[in-house]
């Protein structure tokens, strides 16, 4: 069991979140991520892969223009 680095009275456990990334003037929310969540606070840790994910998610959004975009991860 990992302690939460935020609150320290949670723990991680497996589970989603949602996440929002902005760059430029574009914004993207992802829901269903695969995180660890605090079962305390909600603070969440995300894995490489996934965020390696997420990156290439909003370099898509960028490079065609996008200004907000809502999408269900999905790997």
Do not use: W
């Not at 760059?23 to 995300?46: D, F, H, Q, W």
Request: some cysteine.
């Amino acid at each position: 069991m990992i302690s939460c680095v935020i609150c320290k009275e949670g723990i991680y456990k497996d589970g989603s979140t949602t996440v929002t990334l902005e760059r430029e003037s574009t914004i993207i929310v992802v829901k269903a991520v695969p995180a660890m969540v605090c079962t305390n606070c909600g603070k969440y840790i995300l894995s490489e892969e996934v965020t390696e994910y997420l990156m290439k998610l909003l370099d898509q959004a960028v490079l065609h223009g996008a200004a907000f975009e809502m999408l269900n991860y999905a790997a």
